[in-house]
């Protein structure tokens, strides 16, 4: 989908920067132009571009300065193109080595130009999707097949306000997929192609969270040796999702509020407003009500947040669609582990009888244990061992289980990781090392250890 894809086109030439508009345009793309470097610079503090296409001779600021300035504040999240009258295989070198994603030379063919520009777009697209893994839109296929009734009204909605721009708050027990949802909403709504950027604000202190989501300047605390933008920028034409929203505390509501007002953010130490562009999705497992009558939660950000509400159910009462689940799971794991144990009925039984406290990441993470320490078929003892576990875990009154060595527990999370990221690329070691930011030959080193294939 190229509806939504900017491009920033920088030059100091009317008629490129003209002819390059057309060309775009006619391709499908949002096209802005800008005849001065330190103007594009500043209009990417206020809007987010996925690709720059910028001339290297140009006065005041060459390209690879703009090239370096780019690639210092927003690293990977945006492309850069140099576009030059001359080339030189020098220039080109130092181009791709500060960052750059492609060196073109203006008298050559502009099918070529288009053909780079579809490589940034693709790849983005591929971000996307490994961003789908990231958060486990991998389980939409689950939702999206249920039978049980009150999730298919959850559907429904979901249908309904991804055609829209509206807020979502999404209501649910821990582990009912929310995030899940969220980001199918994003994946079915015009910004799909854009960011899709997820914060859990309960999982960090009132300082950071304020950081994390407006940004700051450099010295604006101790430790800020850098500019650095925030969340809320970060979303910049997609979607922000912020889990735990019943978490935040006072200052952070206010502030957040006063952003949904004027669809503005100050970073941390400015008090210069910067343009933010966001379709917004909360979630919380609080009682938000609750909350508002004894004073711990803004009525006014409340009703901002809430155009419409999505209440998830949890998995005991959805019953019906604990096999798939538990199918769902066992072909991930298989790919994943490179084992294809078998369940017997009387397991499938006992997995859909129980009631799951932590709804389908307790299903997840029980029937990853078993993958793990059963090979062959997997027992109805089996699973009241699993089960029997589960029920002892932290948070419900049992011992935690027994501490895995930092190591082992890294190399799991590896052989996980870039077995999903290579099944993902078709097996291309270029996009695996552009997705997880490693050198191509770390990545080459990490699937000849883990014998990915």
Do not use: W
Not at 175 to 199: C, D, N, Q, Y
Not at 277 to 299: H, K, S, V, W, Y
């Amino acid at each position: 989908m190229k509806r939504g894809f900017k491009i920033l086109v920088v030059d100091d030439e009317p008629e490129f920067l003209e002819a390059y508009s057309i060309l775009l345009s006619e391709k499908g793309y949002e096209v802005i132009c800008e005849s001065q470097p330190r103007k594009a610079l500043c209009l990417l503090e206020k809007e987010y571009f996925p690709l720059v296409m910028v001339d290297l001779v140009m006065p005041g600021m060459d390209g690879m300065e703009f090239l370096k300035n780019v690639k210092a504040l927003y690293g990977s999240r945006t492309e850069v193109i140099i576009v030059t009258g001359f080339g030189t295989i020098e220039n080109a070198v130092r181009a791709v080595k500060l960052g750059a994603f492609g060196y073109f030379i203006k008298s050559s063919d502009p099918e070529s130009m288009l053909a780079e520009v579809e490589k940034v777009r693709k790849m983005f697209e591929l971000k996307a999707e490994n961003s789908m893994l990231k958060y486990g839109l991998l389980e939409e296929d689950v939702f999206l097949s249920t039978k049980n009734p009150k999730m298919m009204e959850v559907l429904e909605m979901i249908e309904r306000v991804s055609r829209t721009d509206s807020n979502v708050l999404l209501l649910g027990e821990s582990g009912t997929g929310k995030e899940v949802i969220a980001k199918l909403i994003h994946k079915k709504s015009s910004r799909s192609i854009m960011p899709f950027v997820a914060i859990n604000c309960k999982a960090y202190p009132l300082s950071l969270l304020e950081s994390e989501l407006f940004g700051h300047e450099k010295g604006a605390f101790t430790g800020a040796t850098s500019k650095r933008q925030g969340k809320l920028e970060e979303a910049g034409g997609g979607t922000l999702f912020l889990d735990e929203i019943g978490e935040i505390e006072a200052d952070v509501q206010v502030k957040l509020l006063r952003v949904l007002e004027t669809r503005t953010v100050e970073r941390l130490g400015s008090n210069k407003p910067v343009s933010v562009d966001f379709r917004l999705i909360c979630a919380t497992n609080n009682d938000i009500d609750r909350a508002i009558e004894q004073g711990t939660f803004r009525p006014d950000l409340y009703y901002r947040i809430s155009t419409i509400v999505i209440r998830i159910p949890p998995l005991r009462e959805r019953k019906e669609d604990i096999p798939g689940f538990i199918e769902f799971f066992m072909n991930s794991y298989s790919r994943i582990m490179g084992k294809y144990p078998e369940m017997e009925e009387g397991a499938v039984r006992l997995l859909a009888a129980y009631d799951y406290p932590g709804n389908i990441r307790e299903l997840k993470n029980i029937i990853e244990r078993l993958f793990v320490l059963c090979d062959g078929i997997i027992t109805e003892e089996d699973v009241k061992r699993s089960l029997q576990g589960a029920q002892k875990s932290p948070g419900r009154g049992g011992e935690a289980p027994a501490p895995v060595a930092y190591e082992t527990a890294k190399e799991d999370f590896e052989r996980r990781y870039f077995s999903m990221l290579f099944e993902l690329s078709g097996g291309n070691l270029s996009q695996v090392s552009r997705l997880s930011g490693l050198s191509r030959r770390q990545v080459f080193n990490k699937i000849k250890k883990y014998s990915i294939k």
